[in-house]
């Protein structure tokens, strides 16, 4: 059986931890939770479609699933999570602040996104 983490390394300061992925079985960087980055996500997809399946089984005609997330961009129409973690040229719209049409990649039905983007800058006296 593999050790779950084989070694220790750092990167910009912060530890990495390479192991054996608790969900693909494959050697990577593993999140806190044993698992690599993209089943980190897709574990995270997973939940919120079953969170928006889940709600409409009981929901009223009248009532929407809450859409709004920092991590994905959620179809209203089916629940599918868009990663956001795309790069610019990929996925222009979720880094211009306003409204923008879009193709759910899953249902392929159109939805809008709107962005709202923020700052929050910090500083400090250097030591």
């Known amino acids: 059986m593999p050790k779950k983490y ?3 390394t750092q990167k910009g300061g912060e530890v990495s ?4 992925c608790k969900r693909c079985n494959k050697e990577k960087y593993l999140w806190t939770d ?10 995270k997809q997973e939940k919120i479609k079953t969170d928006f399946d889940e709600f409409y ?8 699933f809450d859409t709004s997330s920092t991590e994905f961009v959620i179809c209203p129409h089916c629940g599918y999570a868009i990663p956001t ?3 610019y040229e990929d996925f222009p719209e979720i ?4 409204e923008h049409e879009l193709d759910c990649p899953e249902c392929e039905k159109k939805l809008i996104l709107e962005t709202q983007i923020s700052y929050f800058y910090e500083t400090r006296k250097e030591w």
């Open 17 to 20: 931890l390479k192991g054996i």
């Open 34 to 43: 044993g698992k690599c980055s993209q089943c980190h996500t897709e574990e």
């Open 57 to 64: 089984e009981e929901a009223e005609e009248d009532e929407e």
């Open 95 to 98: 880094y211009e602040e306003g």
């Open 85 to 87: 973690d795309l790069g």
């Open 6 to 8: 084989l070694k220790n």
